[in-house]
């Protein structure tokens, strides 16, 4: 066999659950004198060779989820780990969280840290880096060796694992059509490059609606921003060549710098422009005009995924059957961004 082999391949060819694989493989006396010496004699013949991730994983309990978000500016995240926590501590679990700064390499290197005899399972939301790169094999190591793994928002459709995310184009059509209901007819969506996947959803609900109510789409009236440290330039210079009466942000952190460069232009919000955002966060109450935002909430999300994780790690003889995608429904908080 060229390619590594896994405990669930070896699993699949002697007709037995990973939990028994591993276990034989530790010599454990849960598993059949017989058993073990076949499967022991299977993974030496194809030179298996344990994953230290799964070793450590499968070893130790140590009543800790290891959370790893790609930053902690946005509010939503933080939210997110309050319900993570909420639920954990519950249940007698503790939470260490790390930031992967949305770098590929940091986001491997703080799997494996938290790996290293330190977690029972993970809890995760990737970063642009990796969506970039489309490299997932530290996330398909981990499903491979029969470890949980729970992933939520930022989500990859290739790796067979739990997830919990909002349905974002629907979120985003919301936004869209009250900006239509409002009488707008030159909408405009600040948003971010098509590889960072809930951008790329909400630029999706943002096309629906305009062909719903049969707008034609001004290609012209969409900003991708690439680089978020330049993201106030960039929204700033985009605005003052179009002449737009609604707008919808994928963020709220876009959203406001929007508003920022439409009052330096003189223009007023919401007479002149409405502006919705995307995540329901402190700024959005906070700012004035205070902002008209679709609501994800993260704390519901963390809840539900550290929920799915810990019945995971709790019914280790439960039969695979197939991993659940629970959507969490968003809503719209109207404020004064936008007309009443």
Avoid: W
Wanted: aromatic letters at 6%; a negative charge; glycine letters at 6%.
């Amino acid at each position: 066999m060229k390619k590594k082999l896994t405990l669930k391949q070896i699993a699949r060819e002697l007709d037995v659950s990973v939990s028994t694989v591993s276990k034989a493989l530790r010599d454990s006396a849960e598993i059949s004198e017989d058993t073990r010496q076949k499967i022991k004699a299977f993974a030496k013949l194809y030179n298996y060779k344990p994953n230290n991730i799964a070793l450590s994983l499968k070893n130790r309990k140590t009543k800790t989820i290891g959370v790893i978000i790609p930053e902690i500016v946005h509010h939503f995240f933080t939210t997110v780990i309050s319900g993570i926590e909420q639920v954990a501590n519950e249940r007698g679990y503790h939470v260490i969280i790390c930031m992967s700064n949305n770098s590929f390499d940091k986001e491997v290197i703080n799997m494996e840290l938290l790996a290293n005899g330190s977690t029972d399972g993970f809890i995760i939301s990737v970063a642009k880096e990796t969506q970039q790169k489309q490299d997932y094999h530290h996330l398909n190591e981990v499903v491979n060796q029969g470890m949980p793994l729970v992933m939520f928002d930022r989500v990859i459709d290739e790796i067979n694992c739990d997830k919990v995310i909002i349905d974002d184009t629907i979120g985003a059509k919301k936004a869209v059509q009250k900006l239509i209901d409002l009488g707008s007819k030159n909408i405009g969506i600040i948003t971010t490059v098509d590889y960072v996947s809930v951008g790329k959803l909400r630029t999706e609900g943002y096309y629906k609606a305009l062909r719903e109510n049969n707008i034609e789409v001004n290609e012209d009236l969409i900003l991708r921003v690439e680089d978020f440290d330049r993201s106030e330039e960039e929204i700033k210079a985009f605005l003052s060549q179009r002449k737009v009466d609604g707008l919808f942000a994928v963020n709220e952190h876009f959203a406001i710098y929007a508003i920022k460069a439409v009052q330096e232009q003189g223009l007023k919000v919401p007479e002149d422009v409405s502006v919705i955002g995307f995540t329901d966060g402190e700024l959005s109450k906070q700012f004035m005009p205070s902002l008209t935002t679709v609501s994800q909430h993260g704390a519901e999300m963390g809840a539900q995924a550290a929920r799915l994780l810990i019945r995971k790690l709790e019914n280790t003889e439960m039969e695979e059957g197939p991993h659940q995608t629970i959507i969490i429904e968003t809503g719209l908080v109207e404020r004064n961004s936008t007309k009443h």
